[in-house]
């Protein structure tokens, strides 16, 4: 698809959520799993700092994969950029998808199943997270009775600290 006509299509999209806002889920929820977003057609000069520098604007980036030429090293144009918060790919999406940037427009997007590469990988096979965070699961968490006996055992410890102190 030409970039183009998606950007164009992103635009038109958005615009019907806000004329025709009847509480129906916005198209960014199907991507309610994933904080990552594609960024492309920039110019091959930009680095991951300059990159940094205009998507941070929108969230906190805790992952930037600039695509590089195995060869050259040379940025191939494109990247994929992970924040912490998944609210902040909406925010990206909708206000850098189709901006000039050095005389470039350029196509940011959201993305359903990135894998960065594995030279990222922490060497036991897991890379670092990546938003968004699970949801807490209610069954871990104590009930009240362990709660206190866990309060008065800290208590207890840090009464025979401090005696230790004085």
């Not at 920039?42 to 906190?60: K, M």
């Not at 990222?120 to 965070?133: I, K, M, Q, T, V």
């Amino acid at each position: 698809m030409n970039p183009l006509t998606n950007m164009k299509n992103v635009t038109k999209l958005s615009e019907y959520e806000l004329n025709n806002a009847s509480g129906k889920a916005s198209w960014h929820d199907m991507y309610k799993d994933s904080a990552w977003i594609f960024v492309g057609g920039f110019p091959y000069t930009l680095t991951e700092g300059d990159l940094l520098c205009v998507f941070s604007q929108y969230g906190e980036i805790v992952n930037i994969h600039l695509v590089r030429d195995k060869e050259s090293g040379k940025s191939k144009g494109f990247c994929f950029i992970c924040y912490e918060d998944r609210r902040s790919t909406v925010l990206a999406v909708d206000n850098l998808n189709g901006i000039k940037l050095l005389n470039r427009s350029i196509r940011v997007d959201h993305v359903m199943d990135y894998k960065p590469p594995k030279d990222g990988d922490n060497g036991d096979g897991s890379l670092e997270s990546c938003a968004p965070l699970p949801q807490i699961n209610v069954a871990n968490i104590k009930p009240e009775k362990e709660k206190k006996s866990l309060e008065s055992e800290y208590s207890s410890k840090e009464k025979k600290r401090m005696k230790r102190e004085n």
